[in-house]
T-cell receptor
Framework: SQTIHQWPATLVQPVGSPLSLECTVEGTSNPNLYWYRQAAGRGLQLLFYSVGIGQISSEVPQNLSASRPQDRQFILSSKKLLLSDSGFYLC????????????FGPGTRLTVL | AQSVTQLDSQVPVFEEAPVELRCNYSSSVSVYLFWYVQYPNQGLQLLLKYLSGSTLVESINGFEAEFNKSQTSFHLRKPSVHISDTAEYFCAVRPNTGFQKLVFGTGTRLLVSP
């Protein structure tokens, strides 16, 4: 069966520090991968998605970036965190090709102080 | 482009009472519709989905939603809620062709009290 992992589960970082959040999927190949941010009272905002290794699409301008160095690995990064980067970050995947439901990871709670 | 409106940010109900969580969407093309549930500090889980066919869809834990194309709605209902249903519920849509992204509403927090 397929599983999706995210780490760390929680993170407290000072403003201006770098960020690296990791997401890995097991039990499937060539998934479509997604990064969402959930801020209080604002629902889910799609940040990035990827249909293959090295292929990243950005949805909103921001100081975050994403990379997909391996088929089932998706990384969210920042060189310098802002206070507004605080939130709950969710990784999700779907099978490639015809549409199937999105499966979400457990999330990472990021607090920028 | 698509958009989703969940007008109720929070819905308080008593245990065993019925509940309806409202979802309206906007789209110029045909869509798939979804309800996700999120328990505290967890990821989202798919509750139910409408892809085609019968406009009334049901989940295994007693929730149901009805797709109403003329009113562009996909309201979620349950005839009798439990304390364990306390969670945040998200409605989402996406076009039914090609690779498209899910568009989520802002969520409705269901608070069930004894």
């Amino acid at each position: 069966s397929q599983t999706i992992h995210q780490w760390p589960a929680t993170l407290v970082q000072p403003v201006g520090s770098p960020l690296s959040l990791e997401c890995t999927v097991e039990g499937t190949s060539n998934p479509n991968l997604y990064w969402y941010r959930q801020a209080a009272g604002r629902g889910l905002q799609l940040l990035f998605y990827s249909v293959g290794i090295g292929q990243i699409s950005s949805e909103v301008p921001q100081n975050l970036s994403a990379s997909r160095p391996q088929d089932r690995q998706f990384i969210l990064s920042s060189k310098k965190l802002l206070l507004s980067d605080s939130g709950f970050y969710l990784c999700a995947w779907t099978t490639s090709g015809s549409y199937n439901e999105q499966f979400f990871g457990p999330g990472t709670r990021l607090t920028v102080l | 482009a698509q958009s989703v409106t969940q007008l109720d940010s929070q819905v308080p109900v008593f245990e065993e009472a019925p509940v309806e969580l409202r979802c309206n969407y906007s789209s110029s093309v045909s869509v798939y519709l979804f309800w996700y549930v999120q328990y505290p500090n967890q990821g989202l889980q798919l509750l139910l989905k409408y892809l085609s066919g019968s406009t009334l869809v049901e989940s295994i834990n007693g929730f149901e939603a009805e797709f109403n194309k003329s009113q562009t709605s996909f309201h979620l209902r349950k005839p009798s809620v439990h304390i364990s249903d306390t969670a945040e519920y998200f409605c989402a849509v996406r076009p039914n062709t090609g690779f498209q992204k899910l568009v989520f509403g802002t969520g409705t927090r269901l608070l069930v009290s004894p």
